[in-house]
């Protein structure tokens, strides 16, 4: 994911947690923010020591960020949003993340349902 898809400075991200729409499940957290003036989505990322080690919390970003790149056809491109990580997600499998992920978007009526 190239850098200008993500929200990196710890501002960025205070400004998305205080300016905030959130929705949870089991295993993430989502805060997204409208940015009209933006030319596509940014994500940042949260994983705490309590997920795992360092390799694992790398293990864990790795997946959410594979997961929003096989997703961004379907996300909408003004947006700011954040993931948080729960501990639950820790060795869990790519697949499993993705549902995941995808679910916590559908509950904040982000994710453009496709019709098949």
Known sequence: MRKTFRIKKPAEFQIVFNKHQSVANKYFILYQLQ???QKHFRLGLSVSKKVGKAHDR???KRR???SILELKPQLPQE???LIIARPAVAKKSQKFIK???THVLKLANIL????R
């Open 35 to 37: 940015k009209p003036e």
């Open 58 to 60: 790398v293990w864990v």
């Open 64 to 66: 959410i960020r594979q």
């Open 79 to 81: 947006l700011d949003l």
């Open 99 to 101: 549902e995941q992920i």
């Open 112 to 115: 453009k349902v496709e019709d």
